[in-house]
Nanobody
Framework: QVQLVESGGGLVQAGGSLRLSCAASENIFSMNVMGWYRQAPGKQRELVAVIPSIGFINYADSVKGRFTISRDNAKNTVYLQMNSLKPEDTAVYYC?????????????WGQGTQVTVSS
């Protein structure tokens, strides 16, 4: 069972920056995909950014050019640098690890960290 712990959320003014961290209990190099998702009140959880072990990084259109996802395999940590934050970025941000076993995806989630952007 992979455990993920997010940190770095908080309250920031519009235009500000935050960096989220996701510490994993296991070697993230073995995970097929690491990613960040978010869920705003009354809305479905949505993809923010994903970084596969092989392949290209993918961002939601709404965050392209403002957010950057990265990973430090030595520290088993994934980061989300968020710049030029907007009030619509307000949400609970969740870290995700996906491991494919026999072609079947196994998803692991952190407990979430709140990001609030004031106007």
């Amino acid at each position: 069972q992979v455990q993920l712990v997010e940190s770095g959320g908080g309250l920031v003014q519009a235009g500000g920056s935050l960096r989220l961290s996701c510490a994993a209990s296991e070697n993230i190099f073995s995970m097929n995909v690491m990613g960040w998702y978010r869920q705003a009140p009354g809305k479905q959880r949505e993809l923010v950014a994903v970084i596969p072990s092989i392949g290209f990084i993918n961002y939601a259109d709404s965050v392209k050019g403002r957010f950057t996802i990265s990973r430090d395999n030595a520290k088993n940590t994934v980061y989300l640098q968020m710049n030029s934050l907007k009030p619509e970025d307000t949400a609970v941000y969740y870290c995700n690890a996906r491991l494919l076993r026999s072609g079947i995806p196994n998803d692991y989630w952190g407990q979430g960290t709140q990001v609030t952007v004031s106007s």
